[in-house]
T-cell receptor, first 112, second 113 residues
Framework: GESVGLHLPTLSVQEGDNSIINCAYS??????FIWYKQESGKGPQFIIDIRSNMDKRQGQRVTVLLNKTVKHLSLQIAATQPGDSAVYFC???????????FGQGTRLTINP | DGGITQSPKYLFRKEGQNVTLSCEQN?????MYWYRQDPGQGLRLIYYSQIVNDFQKGDIAEGYSVSREKKESFPLTVTSAQKNPTAFYLC????????????FGEGSRLTVL
């Protein structure tokens, strides 16, 4: 069945370092991927998305990389700040599907 | 401003009582979704609706019910049949059912005493 999973449930980084959060997916028909950020007690917020016809997309301080060969997605956050502390979820949607499938999430903690 | 509004933010109920969580959106989105989130867990889909007067079960629909009488509203009822209802409930919507990002509300935390 479909599944989207994350390699690590927690990640600690030093303030100012770059963070890399990984995500594996199993549905080869997935053609749209999203990263969300969820702060404690709040709803998830959209960070960045990417379609399967791309392998890289950049936003403000964030980059998403897609490797369709190994079904792997990553989120890179440059110069991590205290405000980046949150749980990060990847999600995927296969063409025509009516729902997103979410991964378990990775908690990112920033050390001063 | 456009967005999704969930209410109440916190809700306490006694075991055996039905409770209804409200979700309203003014984004003119066709599709709406309800997710459940338990501590340290991801999001699990309860119900979703592509269009008014239509909805489908998600992965964990047992013990829940929904309605979609208006495009902007998608209330969720947690019934007494739900064995473990204490959780964080998230409502979301997107413009079309099969593409695009989900916009989330701020969530409703239900605690059953």
């Amino acid at each position: 069945g479909e599944s989207v999973g994350l390699h690590l449930p927690t990640l600690s980084v030093q303030e100012g370092d770059n963070s890399i959060i990984n995500c594996a997916y199993s549905n080869s028909a997935s053609d749209y991927f999203i990263w969300y950020k969820q702060e404690s007690g709040k709803g998830p917020q959209f960070i960045i998305d990417i379609r399967s016809n791309m392998d890289k997309r950049q936003g403000q301080r964030v980059t998403v990389l897609l490797n369709k060969t190994v079904k792997h997605l990553s989120l890179q956050i440059a110069a991590t700040q205290p405000g980046d502390s949150a749980v990060y979820f990847c999600a995927e949607n296969s063409q025509g599907a009516q729902k997103l499938v979410f991964g378990q999430g990775t908690r990112l903690t920033i050390n001063p | 401003d456009g967005g999704i509004t969930q209410s109440p933010k916190y809700l306490f109920r006694k075991e055996g009582q039905n409770v209804t969580l409200s979700c309203e959106q003014n984004l003119n989105h066709d599709a709406m979704y309800w997710y459940r989130q338990d501590p340290g867990q991801g999001l699990r889909l309860i119900y979703y609706s592509q269009i008014v007067n239509d909805f489908q079960k998600g992965d964990i629909a047992e013990g829940y019910s929904v309605s979609r009488e208006k495009k902007e509203s998608f209330p969720l009822t947690v019934t007494s049949a739900q064995k473990n209802p204490t959780a964080f409930y998230l409502c979301a919507s997107r413009l079309k059912p099969n593409t695009g990002e989900l916009f989330f509300g701020e969530g409703s935390r239900l605690t059953v005493l």
